[in-house]
């Protein structure tokens, strides 16, 4: 059991990959010394709490700004005893519209990032509060812009083993926040920010809640409308019905239409839309996935396949998709240092990724509409 | 990367977990800085007050007592013992408020909202904040970080009372008890252990039993055949299913209440915790449940060992585990709601009624601005606090003019192109 409970999770103490950060301030947290027993008593200018929270405070500076969104100002910062070492630090905004104290995206992002501590889920070194009651996340930096960057950018030309490589990494990190019982609900290419040494990471924690208890329902309302899943959509919503159709019925031509036979229940769903028989699409098989993805390979294709099962009881868990030998054929994957990457800092990109709202499209006509239907469901 | 790994990367265990002799230094320095503050406080406060009557001519018969009382003796303050107590009457009556609630919160968002108000007061005192003001925030803030939603007016008209509670006294204090939790929300309960452990109790007796990781050999006849076998338990049960049912009952009842009151989640882990309460419920269960992890028996007589429980390799862990969970059950047991006891109601009282006189009156609502002598707000909210309050109303009635649906504008907008 801890003796010393009042050690901060500094930069030394996560998993982060080693070259990422250099914090070498951090060592001297470890083993960690109560903050308090440094203060004198006589000093007791402030209450015990408070000195904690100071003691957090001092430790960073804030730099430049590199980011600002509706939901938070992003700076660049690094340890007070360490000027090389780079952090990112997020100042929420107060939400004048929500009432009820700090927003729900706010307290979901800390919690769940104060519990997860893995290579490829973004760090949260601290939080501390500054004054007006601000609320500063102490993360990561990560420097090298996200996963939409890369995939948007037609001169970045990447390979099988490259591919590999990124989705090996986005496979780790959802397994360990389902190994810890935390649901992202929100996992898309611009919410992957990418490391100095190229590792990815999964950021933006703004939509996350952990598994319901055995008995309790979840909500269907989550994860930014394009990326999800046909049981989501057929969930209860109170979304129009024109747009879900669409998107199920843009789902249904690439991956074929679900039916009691492929997806026993499926009709029960409260939002079911029964196709007409004549325009049924047959279930896509291997050679589809192949087709499309040409690159993955035969295997890949199989593995694609397995997680992108219609039916929810079918589809592949995050461990079991960790095992699929895909991982282990040739090529091996690309190892970090040589993975494709912009030439140009992606230190804005990264403001412009933390400061925006979980569920939130950069841009076009369903702006704000994901965490707007969130709300609703939080009724 | 084994379980215990995972959970010692939690905040619950980084920061929120102790032995006793920590927990008890702990809550002495809290105490000590607290007391200190307190009594400068209320010196700072008697000076103030002396000038003003002398300055009016006329003494303010109100605070008399109070005034003669601290010229007396030095101002008498809470005893980390007596803070303890204070804090966990509070304690109970969260479980209470979140009882009055239709429908009752669920036992998970309150018993999270007594952990942030064991967890707040280890590094503040109640001298400073009075429990009463904390309790009610500690227990909105647990809906929101628990995914119970209700809004904050909802949760404010369900509290009961002879004044109503405002939203602002509600959430004031809100972003200083997420400073005292450290900025830590989660916190690990036993309840989803217990189920799971219950869910492979009922399994084993209807013959779908698991063998334990370490103990393959088992098969589900023999769990089955075995758990039939188990020495009688504290009440006469129709079958072994309806014996696990009342088990489970009786367990989370204890999880419910003596595993939040006493320091348990300070001193162990949220396994340790159920299978302690467990141990209590029914002790042969317990005792089975564990041999099918861990092998056994260790003291049973009745059962025949099984030959390889005789060169059982995890008789260590089993033997240590054994001896942590007695002290954790012994912990549980110790508990009496301080409501079904009167001694220790007189007690409390007493502590009360000391406690009314080293309330730090510097950390009322603004202070500065309540003139002398008429109550302050019990919210500890700033100055720029109240000022962004004000901001946020303001702005609220605007967004209320421009539209009356809950999902905002922008969609509505959207919908009507459709």
């Not at chain 2, 939603?149 to 109503?164: D, N, T």
């Amino acid at each position: 059991m801890a003796a010393s409970p009042f050690a901060s999770r500094s930069p030394s103490m996560t998993v982060a990959s080693p070259n990422t950060l250099r914090l070498r301030a951090g060592v001297t947290d470890w083993p960690p010394r109560p903050a308090f027993t440094s203060k004198p008593l006589a000093k007791a200018d402030q209450e015990l709490t408070e000195q904690l929270n100071e003691d957090v405070r001092q430790k960073y500076v804030k730099d430049k700004k590199l980011g600002e969104g509706t939901y938070a100002v992003v700076f660049l910062g690094y340890l007070r005893n360490d000027p090389a070492s780079k952090v990112a630090i997020k100042k929420i905004k107060v939400n004048a519209e929500y009432k009820d104290g700090l927003t729900m995206d706010a307290i979901r992002e800390v919690k769940y990032l104060q519990e997860l501590s893995h290579p490829n889920v973004i760090a949260l070194h601290d939080v501390f509060s500054s004054k007006d009651q601000n609320l500063n996340l102490v993360l990561e930096f990560l420097p090298r812009g996200d996963l939409e960057m890369l995939i948007k950018d037609s001169d970045i030309q990447y390979g099988l083993a490259d591919i590999k490589a990124w989705m090996g990494m986005l496979a780790r990190g959802v397994w360990f926040c389902h190994e810890n019982f935390v649901l992202h609900r929100d996992i898309k290419p611009n919410n992957l920010l990418i490391a100095s040494d190229g590792e990815v990471k999964l950021a933006d924690f703004g939509l996350a809640r952990s598994f319901a208890d055995p008995y309790l329902n979840m909500t269907h309302q989550v994860i930014t409308r394009w990326y999800r899943p046909p049981e989501l959509l057929y969930g209860r919503d109170n979304t129009p019905v024109p747009w879900t159709y669409d998107q199920i019925s843009k789902i249904c031509d690439a991956f074929g239409t679900p039916t009691e036979a492929n997806w026993p229940g499926v009709s029960k769903l409260p939002n079911y839309i029964p196709t007409d028989p004549a325009s049924i699409v047959p279930l896509q098989g291997r050679e589809f996935f192949y087709r499309q993805f040409p690159t993955a390979g035969p295997v890949g294709a199989d593995l694609l396949m397995a997680m992108c099962s219609l039916d929810p009881r079918n589809r592949i868990t995050a461990v079991e998709a960790l095992r699929h030998h895909w991982w282990t054929i040739d090529p091996r994957p690309t190892r970090n240092e040589d993975l494709p990457q912009k030439q140009k800092s992606g230190a804005k990109k990264m403001g412009d990724d933390l400061s925006r709202r979980g569920g939130q499209i950069d841009d076009g006509p369903f702006k704000n509409a994901a965490r707007q239907l969130d709300f609703g469901a939080m009724k | 990367m084994i379980e215990d790994d995972i959970y010692r990367t939690s905040s619950q265990f980084r920061l929120w977990s102790y032995t006793e002799a920590s927990l008890r230094s702990l809550r002495e320095k809290t105490n000590a800085i607290a007391s200190e503050r307190v009594r400068a406080a209320l010196r700072r406060a008697k000076e103030a007050h002396q000038s003003t009557t002398s300055a009016n001519g006329t003494p303010q018969t109100g605070s008399d007592g109070e005034g003669k009382k601290m010229d007396d003796k030095e101002i008498d303050c809470l005893t980390p013992e007596e803070e303890l107590a204070f804090v966990r009457f509070y304690c109970e009556k969260t479980l209470e408020l979140g009882e009055t609630y239709k429908p009752a919160l669920p036992t998970m968002v309150r018993a999270t909202a007594i952990q942030y108000l064991k967890r707040f007061y280890l590094t503040n005192s109640p001298m400073t904040y009075h429990p009463k003001s904390i309790m009610a925030c500690a227990l909105f803030l647990a809906t929101k970080t628990d995914n119970y939603y209700m809004s904050l007016r909802q949760f404010a008209e369900g509290i009961p009372g002879k004044k109503p509670t405002t939203q602002e006294e509600v959430i004031g204090p809100e972003f200083l008890l997420m400073q005292g939790l450290r900025f830590t929300f989660d916190v690990r309960h036993p309840f989803r252990g217990l189920e799971g452990g219950i869910m492979e109790l009922q399994a084993i007796a209807e013959g779908q039993g698991q063998p334990g990781p370490h103990l393959t050999h088992q098969t589900p006849q023999q769990l089955q055949q075995k758990l039939l076998a188990i020495s009688p338990g504290p009440v006469r049960a129709s079958s072994i299913s309806d014996r696990i049912g009342r088990a489970h009952g009786t367990t989370r009842e204890i999880l419910k209440t003596a595993a939040q009151m006493t320091d348990a989640y300070f001193l162990y882990t949220p396994s340790q915790i159920w299978l302690s309460a467990l141990l209590l419920a029914d002790r042969p269960l317990a005792e089975f449940y564990l041999d099918t992890k861990l092998g056994g028996p260790l003291t049973s007589t009745d059962i025949k060992p099984d030959p390889s429980d005789l060169q059982n390799p995890l008789y260590d862990l089993r033997t240590k585990l054994l001896r942590v969970l007695t002290d954790c059950s012994a912990l549980l047991q110790a508990y009496q709601p301080l409501s079904s006891d009167p001694g220790q109601m007189a007690d409390l009282q007493r502590i009360a009624k000391k406690h009314h006189h080293c309330l730090n009156p510097e950390k009322k609502l603004a202070p500065k601005r309540t003139p002398a002598g008429t109550e302050a707000s019990p919210a500890p909210a700033s100055e720029s606090e109240t000022e962004r309050l004000a901001k946020k109303r303001k702005l609220e009635a605007e967004k209320a003019r421009s539209s009356q649906d809950i999902f905002g504008p922008e969609l509505v907008t959207e919908r009507t192109k459709q």
